[in-house]
């Protein structure tokens, strides 16, 4: 294990460069920048693309501080000159992962060669299983980042577990025999864990993933202990130390609102909690037949709604919808998120509910109308309707006209809407305590620093 004094320490930092990953790790990497000691130094090792988009987007925010000693590193995206991809949104990742190994070894050794300083610790976006023989080999610990949920990562951990206990075709079985997943179903595990192609090369990497993160010095993650006590009490039993250091949107101050559509001042004009958002990330595409649904229910119910909608989806929308609408309605290329689902006029959230836009729904205090697509999104989805009861699933998992106008319903306008509310309150009070001068995650956020300042106790 190297042991040098805090003044040198330089932590490698390798982010996941694909859907939402690399964001929220840069988000904490400039955390612990901006509270570590004043010579550490942070590497920042991403794919040419995704730094470009990350560090340009935290400059305009922020960024959280700690920015001058975080430096990005480009890495190879495994690409090979002139090569068609033929096999899915999956090829680019595997062809990333498989060479990962040798060109982050490459980028280490430039960014230790220039800065004159050896890697003493090594923090990696938790798919990066193979981490766990590099910083054995480095003599370093090594702290992955896990980016979705605790009960996601509790199913990774679980595989072989739930593999063994699981009979096939048995989509509503309870997950009861872990810990804390008695809300969660079969169905809504991810792909790779039982059901979908599990020798493939991302199947492989989460089974992977799941069997070498308890050896890593520990694992740390954008929640908060009290959101669920039974999986954090379980994770820490089962990893070497379970670290929960956010949620970061409420961490950190909010950035600047970057609003060129005019949502927010929109927004004042509205009554409480009576406005629709509409918002599915910058991944998932919504099926035409979907998208058509939204609209004519958003047409037939009359609430007033802001719908963040790229360019190219506004082609699929009904034939003089956006004119129908002009007067209750906004449909925008981008929306500020985080402003607008803290804004008191927004009632109710449509989402793919991945785990960054959930904790912005705990932080607003808005319920969520779920339609999970991929990923941790079923679960997510099932604790949010079953486990915390702060929204609602689509019925039917797709969105039909008459589906969405019954979950705006309950929503907006029933009881079990205003018991949603009621229920984000007490998360967004816990959350909060918890990122507080002494809260869990506070606590959490001191342990993590330390590792960082201080690789040789760990």
């Given at each position: 294990m190297v042991t040098p004094s805090p003044a040198?320490?330089h932590v490698a930092v390798v982010a996941f ?235 950190l101050p909010p950035p600047p609102a970057q ?200």
């Open positions: 040198h320490s460069p694909f859907g939402t990953h690399a964001a929220p790790l840069l988000s904490v990497v400039h955390r612990l920048a901006a509270a570590s000691s004043p010579e550490t130094i942070f590497s920042f090792f991403n794919t040419t693309q995704s730094n470009h988009t990350i560090f340009t987007t935290m400059s305009a925010g922020g960024g959280g501080g700690g920015g001058a000693k975080v430096k990005a590193y480009d890495v190879w995206d495994g690409v090979p000159e002139g090569h068609t991809f033929t096999r899915g949104h999956q090829e680019p990742i595997e062809l990333f992962m498989k060479a990962a190994p040798q060109s982050l070894r490459l980028s280490i050794d430039k960014a230790v060669a220039e800065t004159g300083k050896e890697v003493t610790c090594l923090v990696t976006d938790a798919f990066f299983w193979f981490a766990a023989d590099m910083a054995q080999d480095m003599g370093v610990p090594w702290l992955p980042f896990w980016t979705a949920g605790p009960c996601t990562l509790s199913a990774h951990l679980y595989t072989d577990l739930i593999r063994h206990q699981v009979v096939a075709g048995s989509g509503n079985e309870s997950l009861g025999f872990i810990a804390g997943m008695s809300k969660i179903q079969v169905q809504d595990l991810p792909e790779g864990v039982v059901f979908g192609d599990l020798e493939s090369y991302f199947s492989t990497m989460l089974h992977q993933m799941g069997l070498m993160l308890p050896r890593a010095t520990a694992v740390f993650m954008n929640s908060f202990e009290e959101l669920d006590k039974t999986i954090t009490d379980d994770m820490k039993s089962k990893l070497q130390k379970f670290l929960s250091v956010g949620p970061f949107n409420l961490a609003d060129e559509s005019g949502c927010l001042p929109w927004l004042d004009k509205q009554e409480a909690a009576s406005v629709v958002y509409i918002g599915f990330g910058s991944v998932v595409v919504l099926p035409k037949e979907e998208l058509m649904a939204i609209a004519e229910a958003l047409e037939s119910s009359g609430v007033s709604f802001i719908w963040s909608l790229k360019e190219n989806g506004k082609a699929n929308l009904p034939k003089g919808f956006l004119e129908k609408t002009k007067t209750h309605g906004k449909v925008v290329a981008w929306a500020p998120q985080r402003n607008i689902l803290s804004h008191k006029s927004v009632g109710v959230f449509v989402s793919h509910c991945g785990w960054n836009s959930l904790l912005e729904s705990i932080a607003g205090g808005v319920p969520m109308i779920c339609r999970p697509f991929f990923g941790d999104q079923r679960i997510n989805g099932r604790m949010i309707e079953d486990g915390w009861e702060i929204g609602i699933k689509i019925d039917g998992g797709v969105f039909t006209k008459q589906g969405m106008e019954s979950c705006l319903d309950v929503v907006l306008s029933q009881e079990k809407g205003k018991k949603m509310r009621e229920n984000l309150k007490v998360l967004k009070e816990l959350a909060t305590k918890a990122v507080g001068p002494s809260g869990s995650s506070t606590e959490n956020f001191k342990q993590l620093l330390h590792l960082i300042n201080n690789p040789s106790a760990a």
